[in-house]
């Protein structure tokens, strides 16, 4: 496996088209007789068909602020949310055709009354909409209303989700209570599986601290830390408990990262990782710095505290590199991405901690899902604004291009952009 690199985003630099490097001045005299070269070529011979820009407006569609979208595959979903009764709608990015609307009179879903609409996702098959009191399934191919259940779902693999009711945790040996903001006590939920062909709930827990679904697994398994404080892995399916933290390490209000095989914990002056299925220690190292958290970073370990980050090596626990500067990272296209304050950062070698591409100008961030190529973004002092990608196995910024607006509420998939550029408008572009 290639050495990941780590990202921190940085300060915005000022308003020019983004450089990919500073050449030294020998490249530049290369540079120039290339170019010369070329031109005495076309001259000659004619001139190559000009390229294809990797940018290209595919569509426009309306919005407002209640409106919500979801990118999956060549599939744009646009929930319009006001005036009732809520409309999904699925358009075609590759033709711009409309696909299907779906009204959602559901009467489970209309008693919301007057709470807003939360999400719009799509878990496989299925479009997931919720709003507060209720999650309403749709049948991706049709829009055909599938099924509608009460509470907030998360979608899943394997067929299962989870449904989440916030309470908070009880005193010892008292009943829970509902999740009022002025309760007093740690706030934890209530799980319950879904089956999502059919809405039917398939099991409730108990009120619980945290949990973590764990995707890279065979079948659906949760990561559980209850409320005594007990690590568990549960069954998806059934909810039945699969294996239990045993050799002593109880962190009551700490919650463990995993990297869907390995879970991290750290507590007092040590890191430890578990075997994700059977909860099985795999090695203990002394920490970095006390009572830090570890984080998964591909094949290494994120040691993370006070803004300081160290790296180990996720098989054994051996130190990589570091201390370096930053916060919370997080592993995109094969790179460790190491966020700062507002989305600031730069490429870093977390061997030495060197600074590899300085991402001062890329400061405008572009939401995306988990696992995704991150696309970055710029505005300058006129109405126009710079995109670009960060390439899985390139410690480069490839540009795309540029836009004639100030685009807003940005998102991206590993194919299409969208962002609002007016008050009622939502622009999609391709890239490559």
């Known amino acids: 496996m290639s050495t990941p690199v780590t990202i921190e985003l940085g ?5 020019r088209q983004p450089d990919r490097s500073r050449l030294p ?4 005299a290369r540079l120039a007789a290339g170019a010369l070269a070329l031109l005495l070529a076309a001259a000659a011979g004619g001139s190559a068909p ?3 820009s990797p940018l290209v407006e595919v569509a426009t569609r309306p919005t407002s602020p209640f409106h919500l979208h ?11 949310t006001d005036p009732a009764p809520a409309v999904v709608t699925a358009y075609d990015l590759v033709d711009g055709a409309e696909l299907w609307t779906t009204p959602l009179t559901g009467a489970m879903f209309e008693r919301s009354g007057g709470v807003v609409m939360e999400s719009v996702r799509v878990a496989g098959d299925q479009v997931l909409v919720g709003r507060g009191l209720s999650t309403v399934a749709l049948d991706t191919a049709g829009g055909r209303i599938l099924w509608t259940t009460a509470g907030w779902v998360n979608g899943r693999d394997h067929g299962t989700g989870y449904g989440i009711e916030e309470v908070v945790l009880p005193d010892e040996g008292g009943p829970p209570v509902d999740g009022e903001e002025d309760s007093i006590g740690d706030r934890g939920v209530i799980l319950r599986g879904i089956d999502l062909d059919t809405g039917a709930e398939l099991w409730r827990s108990t009120p619980i601290r945290s949990y973590q679904p764990l995707d890279r697994t065979t079948g659906p398994r949760l990561l559980v830390v209850n409320v005594a404080g007990v690590i568990e892995v549960w069954d998806g399916h059934t909810g039945a408990v699969r294996a239990r933290l045993v050799d002593g390490v109880r962190p009551r209000a700490k919650v463990p990262m995993t990297d869907g095989e390995l879970v991290y914990i750290g507590a007092d002056t040590t890191l430890t990782a578990y075997d994700v299925d059977t909860l099985n220690r795999r090695w203990r190292v002394p920490a970095p710095a006390r009572d830090g958290v570890g984080v998964p970073c591909g094949a290494q370990v994120c040691f993370v505290k006070d803004g300081r980050t160290w790296f180990l090596d996720a098989a054994t626990g051996a130190a990589v590199g570091g201390p370096v500067s930053g916060g919370l990272p997080a592993v995109h296209a094969g790179h460790v991405v190491l966020y700062g304050n507002g989305g600031q950062g730069r490429v870093v070698d977390p061997h030495t901690g060197r600074i590899l591409v300085d991402l001062t100008e890329w400061s405008m961030p572009v939401g995306s899902e988990f696992g995704t190529r991150p696309v970055l973004a710029r505005a300058t002092d006129e109405p126009r604004s710079w995109f670009a990608v960060l390439d899985p196995g390139v410690a480069a910024v490839r540009v795309l291009g540029s836009v004639p607006y100030r685009p807003a509420d940005c998102w991206a998939s590993d194919t299409y952009i969208t962002c609002q550029t007016g008050q009622e408008e939502l622009r999609v572009w391709r890239y490559r």
């Open 11 to 15: 300060p915005q630099g000022q308003d």
């Open 50 to 52: 000009p390229a294809r």
């Open 70 to 80: 979801a990118l999956a595959g060549d599939v744009l979903y646009s929930v319009r």
């Open 25 to 28: 001045v020998g490249r530049y």
